[in-house]
T-cell receptor, first 114, second 112 residues
Framework: QKEVEQDPGPLSVPEGAIVSLNCTYSNSAFQYFMWYRQYSRKGPELLMYTYSSGNKEDGRFTAQVDKSSKYISLFIRDSQPSDSATYLCAMSVLVDTGGFKTIFGAGTRLFVKA | KAGVTQTPRYLIKTRGQQVTLSCSPISGHRSVSWYQQTPGQGLQFLFEYFSETQRNKGNFPGRFSGRQFSNSRSEMNVSTLELGDSALYLC???????????FGQGTRLTVV
């Protein structure tokens, strides 16, 4: 079983729809939860991060973490064609060398149709 | 402020050769991490350097190595290339916090 599970999609939605992207994880030690967006032929771009259960909002994006269920979500409101990209969840835990171990999900490909 | 720069962007190598990839982090960033991204395995952590010291290492064979220089620039080397090493290699830099990592555009390596 992978430490982080993410449905690779693809997910296709009409413009203006609310998009829900999800990841589950098995390692309860994870402390930081991030969402990245990756456009084709580009490197991932950090969208949001959080370290506690609950919601965090930034514009049209809301990140939600439920540590008890080991489940995180990213919601995109009023989706736009420019949101079409691959969305990767990532989770990190501090390791005893002083750095972090970060595990990425497989990424969900999102298509927003105009 | 300049972003993370990776060179070269594209590379074609033959099996058995070795390759060196370069990463220049954002000015002031001391942590540099390397990742391999493939369609089948996704984004996998290779290693992280902080102030010229390898702080973390992923589960890759010893053919994959790296180093960091005093100006925080980093290189990774892959020796005895295999077809399965074909991938997008990404570098990410941060001041210190894992939550503020910035990625470069990657180096697309093709092994033939």
């Amino acid at each position: 079983q992978k430490e982080v599970e993410q449905d690779p999609g693809p997910l296709s939605v009409p413009e203006g729809a609310i998009v829900s992207l999800n990841c589950t994880y098995s390692n309860s030690a994870f402390q930081y939860f991030m969402w990245y967006r990756q456009y084709s032929r580009k490197g991932p771009e950090l969208l949001m991060y959080t370290y506690s259960s609950g919601n965090k909002e930034d514009g049209r994006f809301t990140a939600q973490v439920d540590k008890s269920s080991k489940y995180i979500s990213l919601f995109i409101r009023d989706s736009q064609p420019s949101d079409s990209a691959t969305y990767l969840c990532a989770m990190s835990v501090l390791v005893d060398t002083g750095g972090f171990k970060t595990i990425f999900g497989a990424g969900t490909r999102l298509f927003v149709k105009a | 402020k300049a972003g993370v720069t990776q060179t070269p962007r594209y590379l074609i190598k033959t099996r058995g050769q070795q390759v060196t990839l370069s990463c220049s982090p954002i000015s002031g960033h001391r942590s540099v991490s390397w990742y391999q991204q493939t369609p089948g395995q996704g984004l996998q952590f290779l290693f992280e350097y902080f102030s010229e010291t390898q702080r973390n290492k992923g589960n890759f064979p010893g053919r994959f190595s790296g180093r960091q220089f005093s100006n925080s620039r980093s290189e990774m080397n892959v020796s005895t290339l295999e077809l399965g090493d074909s991938a997008l290699y990404l570098c990410a830099s941060s001041l210190a916090a894992v939550t503020e990592a910035f990625f470069g555009q990657g180096t697309r390596l093709t092994v033939v």
